[in-house]
């Protein structure tokens, strides 16, 4: 069974870092995108960041300069370093993936996974 688990988040104190891990286990073929979403009290999921599996990212213009997304292919592994962070940063984070898994007939199917969250709040 193929899934994704998130970890590193806490409280931090506002001008904090914090940096996320989501490490996908099972039989895995390959892993194509990966991001990460957030989602405050009373608001809507939202897209943090996001990577290829060639390394390409793309964030949320908001948090361009604060928030580095990376990956590590090797061990099928996805970080979020989150620096200068702020009360408004307080939310669920999600580990997102398109991952691919051979069936039995040989073929490749992808599917989108959710890690269950992490909470990361941001307080003094």
């Known amino acids: 069974q193929v899934q994704l688990v998130e970890s590193g988040g806490g409280l931090v104190q506002p001008g904090g870092s914090l940096r996320l891990s989501c490490a996908a286990s099972?039989?895995?073929?390959?892993?194509?995108?990966m991001g990460w979403y957030r989602q405050a009290p009373g608001k809507e999921r939202e897209l943090v960041a996001s990577i290829t599996g060639g390394g390409n990212t793309n964030y949320a213009d908001s948090l361009k300069g604060r928030f580095t997304i990376s990956r590590d292919n090797a061990i099928n592994t996805m970080y979020l370093q989150m620096n200068s962070l702020k009360p408004e940063d307080t939310a669920v984070y999600y580990c997102?993936?398109?991952?691919?898994?051979?069936?039995?007939?040989?073929?490749?199917?992808?599917?989108?996974?959710w890690g269950q969250g992490t909470l990361v709040t941001v307080s003094s």
């Open positions: 997102n993936a398109e991952i691919g898994v051979r069936d039995s007939d040989a073929t490749v199917r992808y599917l989108e996974l």
């Open positions: 099972g039989s895995i073929f390959s892993i194509k995108r």
